[in-house]
């Protein structure tokens, strides 16, 4: 648009992903230089504080994770790079910014924290964060328009401090006085779109919202971005839902995709997008949202040396959207705690063979589409004879192609006391709901395992279980093996006793002979 694709001066390209911590060998690149800049402390609701890390010298590899801040959401990462030339050396620098959306106003505290980069340690000292209300925004006259009541100078007059042109008047008289240019006012057909993937959905289900700017491909030279950067964090503030949970997607530099509208080519601007989980029935309403553009007039005769291109203002308007949310059918009796989503299992173990006393780790994966945060890992139904620990879990989202996926990884540690067949689908079961198909599942496990070996005690079960534990095992390592008495507390106590008894007879002692003196 208008020679301009992104609202950005600069090249932005999309941030990497949030790796793991690199690790304490890894060495830091030769020439990195690398530094955490904080945002402004004060500033008001409707706009992000950010968190940068300023990288040149070395290409961005690992770095660890943003810190969370109570009181505020993280609202994705932009990433910009920009190189600078200067004496033949060209250096390019990296920032990497996290943006963060308060909840409410009053004053936050962020904790210092610190950030590696590849495998460099970069410290904060943290801050204090003021959010305050959202000022009131001030009625303002387009470029050019002058103030109603500003006094007209006197005719004839020049304006204070400029002396007038000398040959001013020759020329009109020679050339005749310029002619102002006759500024037409193109139509165009663009138009600004807030488009939810669906029309209904059951509570819990997934609901993408795209935010999209469409212009017909002639527009192009009519329309361009105007201060698209302040203009987005209102118009988000508008479209978020206060009954659904939220999952944003990185923004990234702004590139329109061919579509058709009404069997009419249009170029669409992904301003935006998001999906939403409905945590109740209450409808998600997606008001009006207005996003101003500049839109040039054009001059019916250029004049020669200009582009015949004149700025001016337009305001486009969505029209408000509504996503109806159903209850969840009746579940089965006795079905408990269910997860809503479309959701596969998939199951390993350690080993091979099975043998009573001995630890057996169980890894349940449950992956797929849904709000893999609200899936609460199953609790073990473990028969007489078999002890179950955990689960430890962690969960891998990948945000790709308007769709959250992913996988919640859930560990459990077994160890069964009793030989005979173990039945993991009778010990583990996963409730869902399949948004897909309006139907309950139970996501259950296929392995039949075969425990070998002699019954043991339940203490010699959990013993072997303990040992195998790494904080467990380096505990029992420094753990002294020498016996202790069981009367030592009554010894102790004995002991006390005995000193407060010599020491209230030194201090009788003393008393009695202080009173003897003169």
């Known amino acids: 648009m208008a020679g301009a694709v992104a609202p950005e001066a600069r090249a932005q390209v ?26 402004r402390s004060t500033f008001p609701i409707n706009e992000y504080f950010t968190i940068a890390i300023r990288l040149s010298g070395a290409p961005l ?42 909840f409410a106003e009053g004053d936050f505290t962020l904790k210092p924290f610190s950030i590696t980069v590849n495998g460099q340690v970069l410290r904060s000292a943290g801050a204090v964060l003021h959010v305050v209300a959202q000022p009131a925004a001030p009625a303002t006259a387009p470029p050019g328009a002058a103030a109603p009541n500003a006094p007209s100078p006197a005719a004839g007059a020049p304006p204070a401090g400029k002396q007038p042109l000398q040959g001013i008047g020759l020329l009109d008289q020679l050339l005749g006085k310029p002619k102002p240019q006759e500024l037409i006012e193109q139509p165009d057909q663009a138009f600004l779109a807030v488009e939810p993937n669906k029309a209904a959905a059951w509570v819990g289900e997934p609901v993408h919202v ?40 990185d923004e990234t530099n702004i590139r329109p995709d061919s579509v058709r509208v009404g069997g009419k080519p249009f170029l669409r601007y992904q301003l935006h997008e998001a999906v939403y989980y409905p945590l109740g029935t209450r409808p998600l309403n997606f008001p009006a949202v207005a996003l101003q553009m500049i ?19 337009k305001t486009y308007v969505s029209r408000p959207r509504t996503v109806q949310v159903k209850a969840l059918p009746a579940p089965p009796a006795g079905l408990g705690l269910v997860a809503v989503g479309h959701y596969t299992l998939r ?4 080993r091979t063979k099975y043998q009573t006393g001995q630890t057996i780790t169980y890894t349940l994966v449950v992956e797929g589409e849904g709000n893999l945060t609200a899936l609460t890992p199953p609790v073990a139904r473990a028969p007489a004879g078999v002890e179950v620990f955990g689960p430890e879990t962690r969960q891998e989202v990948t945000r790709a192609d308007g769709r959250v996926t992913g996988r919640k990884i859930m560990r459990y540690r077994l160890v069964p006391s009793q030989p005979g067949p173990l039945n993991l689908g009778n010990l583990l079961a996963v409730p869902t709901f399949d948004f897909a198909t309006g139907k309950y599942q139970t996501l259950r496990s296929e392995l039949a395992l075969q425990v070998t070996g002699p019954a043991v005690a339940p203490q010699q079960a ?26 030592t507390p009554r010894q102790v106590r004995r002991y006390a006793n005995f000193v407060l008894a010599v020491l209230l007879a030194v201090a009788a002692f003393g008393w009695f002979t202080a009173r003897e003196r003169p």
């Open 14 to 39: 999309p941030a990497p992903p949030a790796g793991t911590p690199p690790p304490a060998a890894s060495a830091v690149p030769a020439g990195q230089q690398a530094a955490v800049e904080l945002g």
């Open 347 to 350: 199951e390993g173990l350690d």
């Open 210 to 249: 795209g935010l999209y700017l469409y212009l017909a491909p002639t527009d192009q030279g009519l329309l361009d971005f105007h201060r698209f950067a302040e203009q987005l964090p209102a118009l988000l503030r508008q479209l978020r839902q206060p009954g659904a949970w939220e999952e944003t997607f």
């Open 61 to 102: 590899g690992k770095y660890s994770a943003f810190p969370d801040i109570e009181g505020f959401k993280k609202s994705g990462k932009t990433s910009t790079t920009t190189t600078r030339t200067s004496q033949g050396r060209s250096t390019v620098e990296l920032v990497l910014t996290q943006r963060y959306a308060a």
């Open 295 to 313: 839109k040039y007039r054009v001059a019916k005769r250029p004049l020669p040396g200009t582009d015949g291109r004149v700025v001016g203002y």
């Open 462 to 487: 959990v013993t072997a279980f303990v040992r195998t534990d790494a904080f467990y095992q380096q505990q029992l390592g420094k753990a002294s093996s020498n016996l202790q008495a069981l009367d």
